[in-house]
């Protein structure tokens, strides 16, 4: 079966740094595009960034863009966010996803991890 398992979060200060990851295991992760999305209390899921399936390609929202870097290592089946200058705002559960679509769509990712929250203190 399925499954993604995202690490990493944490409560940090305003300026500080994380690193998410995600491990998946039951599919050929190599093939897949990776996403991250974030959901804030009262808040519509958002996306965050996305990576093409070989690494070579990625995108990222407006408001991260600069301050996040995704990534991802095939060898190990894992996938990175970066965050630096985290924000209050930044505040929220971190979603990764794998998708056969290279988009920042929630809808094209069939598989989801569990979440890893990140706050952000002022």
């Known amino acids: 079966q399925v499954q993604l398992v995202e690490s990493g979060g944490g409560l940090v200060q305003t300026g500080d740094s994380l690193r998410l990851s995600c491990t998946a295991s039951?599919?050929?992760?190599?093939?897949?595009?990776m996403g991250w999305f974030r959901q804030a209390p009262g808040k519509e899921r958002e996306s965050v960034a996305a990576?093409?399936?070989?690494?070579?390609?990625?995108m990222y929202d407006d408001s991260v863009q600069g301050r996040f870097t995704i990534s991802r290592d095939n060898a190990n089946d894992t996938g990175y966010l970066e965050m630096t200058s985290l924000k209050p705002e930044d505040t929220a559960i971190y979603y990764c996803?794998?998708?056969?679509?290279?988009?920042?769509?929630?809808?094209?990712?069939?598989?989801w991890g569990q979440g890893t929250q990140v706050t952000v203190a002022s």
């Open positions: 990576i093409i399936w070989s690494g070579d390609e990625a």
């Open positions: 039951g599919l050929t992760f190599s093939i897949y595009a």
């Open positions: 996803a794998l998708g056969r679509t290279f988009r920042m769509l929630a809808y094209e990712y069939p598989y």
